[in-house]
């Protein structure tokens, strides 16, 4: 059966010293106190979001954003879900938004009664300011205004599905206000979670595409969809005033099988983003909405490790 959560009263900190606001155990990992909003855990978690910063450049070609924003100091992003901040430090004029405060080189400690909306000042390099906000609240105004850039990165199974309309419209509110003429942009790097061969031949009881199809539906459940649907994202950010559109796709093996030295080492750290965090990735969607048991879900989750190891199997994903 799922294992049931425990409020905690108290703060916890991990084996890296890092602490966090309060929160709860559930499925033996430790999650934020806003257990409707985001369904995977904060404990261990820093590693895994600062690997796939170093993921996510490499596979950029070392580019913290593509859109032509001349960096400067009078340059303006608001970085949305910022994780641990190690893109934001990287960037120029920063406000990184987030629902946990899980910056563990920026931040002192948060007092007990601390909830939203709470800015953080200590040891924060002054091109960079943080705030603890729910992006699904509705009113925004705490946030930076007249931005050059409004980015987002692996929000997708964040955000409540009614919430995305509302979420592009008031990123488009943040832009509009310093740009009459055309200028500003929004840039939004996801994952596609759904597995692909190059031969296109699907190898038989795949253990990646029977763990892709579990976590998809189990965030569907949730109403936070992981699912990459561009078209319906260009949709809502045309009703919400966006044009010019551009969509890149960049191949992601699951393992260096490529006859291509740039490919191989991107592969390398997807790897180890991916054999390291699927499991705080699967635990809330497969035990609460797919019925899985925690041994279930280990035996998976070894398989779909040696699948992801196996130089013969030419899986990828796209971002």
């Known amino acids: 059966m799922p294992t049931q959560s425990k409020q905690l009263p108290c703060r916890f900190r991990s084996s890296s010293g890092v602490a966090f606001g309060e929160g ?7 999650y934020g106190a806003w257990k409707d909003s985001y369904q995977f855990p904060i404990d261990e978690e820093l590693n895994r979001l600062d690997m ?3 993921f996510f450049l490499l596979a950029r070609c070392d580019q913290a954003f593509s859109c032509p924003v001349r960096r400067g100091s ?5 970085d949305l879900g910022t994780g641990t901040g190690i ?3 990287q960037v120029s004029h920063v406000m990184a938004v987030d629902l946990n405060m899980i910056q563990p080189a920026l931040l002192v400690d948060i007092p007990h009664s601390c909830m939203l909306c709470m800015l953080i000042e200590s040891s924060i390099p002054p091109n960079l300011t943080i705030l603890q906000f729910d992006i699904e ?3 925004w105004t705490t946030l930076l205004k007249n ?6 990165r ?18 488009f509110d943040r832009i509009s206000n310093r740009h009459t003429a055309p200028g500003g942009f929004i840039e939004q790097v996801e994952i596609d979670w759904v597995p692909r061969w190059e031969s296109a031949n699907i190898p038989e009881s795949s253990a990646l595409l029977e763990w892709s199809q579990k976590f998809l539906e189990g965030m569907d459940h949730f109403q936070r969809s992981a699912r990459v649907l561009s078209r319906k994202v260009q949709r809502m950010l045309e009703a ?3 044009v010019g559109f551009e969509e890149t796709i960049i191949r992601c093996c699951v393992s260096p099988w490529s006859n291509d030295t740039r490919e191989r080492l991107v592969a390398k750290w997807f790897n180890l983003c991916l054999t390291e965090g699927i499991e705080a990735m699967s635990l809330a969607p497969l035990v609460e909405k797919c019925c899985m048991t925690i041994c279930e879900i280990k035996k998976l989750q070894a398989r779909v490790k040696r699948e992801s190891c196996n130089l013969q199997l030419h899986a990828y994903f796209n971002m």
């Open 74 to 78: 009078s340059t303006r992003v608001l």
């Open 137 to 139: 609240d509705t009113d």
């Open 147 to 152: 931005c050059d850039l409004v980015h987002m």
């Open 154 to 171: 692996l929000l997708l199974g964040s955000i409540h599905n009614d919430a995305w309309p509302a979420t592009y419209q008031k990123t």
């Open 240 to 242: 919400a005033g966006y």
């Open 52 to 54: 796939l910063n170093k």
């Open 87 to 89: 893109w934001a430090i």
């Open 24 to 30: 709860y155990w559930k499925h033996d990992r430790y």
